[in-house]
């Protein structure tokens, strides 16, 4: 089953294609052209049919925009109209199919299990809640959807944007998706990196050279501004670029010009710059690392980004996300992770943040010997130091025979079947068997004593 979302201006005109959709056994919803797109999301799905009309220009927007932001996402166009012209917009917009109305049932029946048909199961989906949506930006914690909201409203504003966060919280997915969701996503996004470019040809790299500027320059080559012409330049780390270039780089900003290594002739630019740092850009600017009017040019729109132990919210999304990327690429076979290993990621401070809980999760499925990710898996920082004791009760003295007795039970049990579980990785008749008690005895157990088995997934 999938969800069919129908797009138009009347709930009557599409009444017909909805009854279609819901005959196939599929979920059907109508929204306005004018509802948002991040709200026609929150629907999750799998086709968008859209009504367009030429002398509306909100349902073309809808197209680009939900087009861009998942272009794997199927988009059926259809109008009262039949102009050639109208048909070659829409396609060009992103839309996979074009069919005029009013249809046939029988044409709408075949068109949908074309394209129905077509669709293999949905991946996990860059879906905020309140409805932001990002390529691979997964979380769902509050300040996740409040970063994917202001990242949306930023990217068609074309303003400068500085991003600073700890080292592997994502800074350059962020940047990128900028770049992508505003105009100049079909023009080139460039990556500088301010640390490793080796310092004697930084300049030359970002700026380029003329033939002949320095031993070595044997002719003449565009630097990395000039590349990104009309697209997004994003210098990461810009605090460790040196305080000579940043001054070059102010002018341009200013004067939206500059010169080759060598050169003489000004070479104009458009380009959009955003910025990224692992410093708080206040501080650096005290400390001289980075120059103050630098910084109020790139710094029209700050983006903070959280570390990971400060959202820890995200982690099950990214794990389940990570997962499923290693899936499709056919390294693994993984269908999930444990209680008991999830508990041991969130507890986890991740000091490398989310890079580093992609490469424990790409470790752990590799070395995994079952379809769960479990404990055992994961490196041994992760591992619980769990020392399996009883525990004297509250007071003992103070309770009745009984209830000591069955307090003590408790806690034998859980440890007993919790070494017998992870002995035989959570299947229920091998444990049972070790027990020599039957599965009902065992269910019965489990749900007394508030038993969970960790290898059903979280």
Not at 15 to 37: N, P
Not at 125 to 132: L, Y
Not at 229 to 245: A, C
Request: glycine share 6%.
């Amino acid at each position: 089953m999938h969800n069919v979302l129908l797009v138009g201006g009347g709930a009557s005109t599409l009444s017909q294609e909805a009854a279609t959709i819901r005959a196939l056994g599929h979920e059907c919803r109508f929204v306005d052209v004018r509802t948002t797109v991040n709200e026609m999301l929150e629907f999750a799905p799998s086709v968008v049919m859209i009504e367009v009309e030429a002398e509306r220009q909100d349902s073309f927007a809808v197209i680009s925009s939900l087009h861009r932001i998942n272009s794997s996402l199927p988009i059926i166009a259809f109008s009262h109209a039949s102009e050639v012209s109208l048909i070659v917009k829409t396609v060009q917009l992103g839309a996979v199919e074009f069919y005029q109305l009013p249809s046939a049932n029988a044409e709408t029946v075949e068109l949908m299990k074309r394209v129905l048909a077509d669709l293999r199961a949905a991946p996990t989906v860059p879906v905020m809640q309140n409805g932001a949506y990002l390529p691979d930006f997964v979380g769902n914690s509050e300040e996740s959807k409040k970063l994917a909201g202001r990242v949306m409203k930023i990217a068609p504003l074309d303003v400068n944007v500085m991003i600073s966060g700890e080292t592997g919280t994502g800074k350059e997915l962020i940047a990128q998706n900028i770049h992508k969701l505003s105009n100049r996503a079909n023009k080139p996004f460039i990556a500088i990196d301010c640390v490793s470019l080796p310092p004697n040809l930084i300049e030359s790299e970002i700026f380029g050279h003329e033939q002949g500027a320095f031993t070595g320059a044997t002719k003449t080559k565009k630097g990395l501004l000039e590349l990104a012409n009309g697209g997004t330049v994003f210098f990461d780390e810009i605090t460790e670029l040196d305080i000579y270039l940043q001054g070059k780089l102010l002018r341009i900003l200013q004067e939206r010009q500059f010169r080759r290594v060598g050169g003489s002739t000004l070479i104009s630019v458009d380009i959009r710059i955003i910025s990224a740092t692992n410093r708080d850009p206040e501080e650096a600017v005290l400390q001289n690392k980075l120059r103050k009017d630098l910084y109020y040019r790139l710094n029209v729109v700050p983006l903070k980004l959280l570390p990971l132990r400060q959202r820890k919210g995200d982690i099950s999304f990214l794990v389940t996300h990570f997962v499923e990327k290693l899936n499709e690429s056919n390294k693994v076979q993984i269908k999930g992770i444990t209680r008991r290993a999830m508990n041991a990621l969130i507890k986890y401070e991740w000091p490398g943040n989310v890079r580093e809980l992609q490469n424990v999760i790409m470790q752990a499925a590799c070395l995994s010997e079952s379809e769960m990710i479990d404990v055992d898996d994961l490196p041994d920082n992760l591992k619980p130091d769990e020392v399996a004791t009883l525990q004297p009760a509250p007071k003992p003295e103070s309770m009745n025979f009984k209830d000591a007795r069955d307090q003590y039970l408790k806690q034998f049990c859980q440890i007993y079947f919790d070494g017998v579980l992870k002995k035989y990785r959570g299947n229920i008749s091998k444990v049972a068997k070790n027990a020599e008690i039957s599965r009902g005895t065992l269910y019965k157990l489990f749900k007394e004593f508030d038993i969970k088995n960790p290898y059903i997934s979280s």
